[in-house]
Structures are given as C-alpha cells and as structure tokens.
C-alpha cells in the first residue's frame, strides 16, 4: 500500500463467508431433524405405550382367568371322586 499524506486510504478486507454459511446451513438442518425425530419419535410412543398397557391389562385379566378355571377343574374333579359316592348314598 503505497501512503500518501494528502490522500485519503482505503483498505479493503474481503471476507469469504462460504464455509460460515455452508456450517450454519448444516446447523439448521440438523435441528430440524433432530425436531422432526423426537417429534416422530413421541408420535410412535404415544401409541405403542397405549397398546403395551393393554396388553398388560389383558395379560392381567388371562392369568387371574387361569387362576379362576384351576379352582374349577379342581372342584371339577372332586366332584367327580365323590359323585359315585354320593349316588350310592341316595
């Protein structure tokens, strides 16, 4: 740069701003997948949760009507030991 005292000087500084943009573009879209994940993500938990509460329910309710037809082969079969016992008596 050559100075001259009487005249005025201008220094010019270009800046390339590709790299800063091309980061803050993948910035962007990076939010905005990890966005559209969790909201994906809640939108398949939501129900899922639903269903896997149900299927506990209904887990529940088999075991508790397993439990219930046990006690009625139970007493099914002492009746049947003591039916032919019974009839003889009457």
Do not use: G
């Not at 046990?70 to 003889?88: M, T, W």
């Amino acid at each position: 740069v050559n100075w001259e005292m009487n005249k005025n000087s201008y220094l010019h500084v270009f800046v390339d701003t590709t790299e800063v943009c091309r980061l803050e573009k993948a910035r962007a879209v990076n939010k905005c997948q990890q966005l559209m994940f969790a909201s994906i993500s809640h939108e398949f938990r939501t129900p899922l949760n639903a269903f896997m509460n149900s299927l506990n329910i209904v887990e529940l309710i088999v075991e508790e009507v397993k439990t219930k037809l046990k006690d009625i082969f139970r007493a099914q079969d002492l009746i049947s030991q003591y039916y032919p016992k019974l009839e003889k008596m009457i």
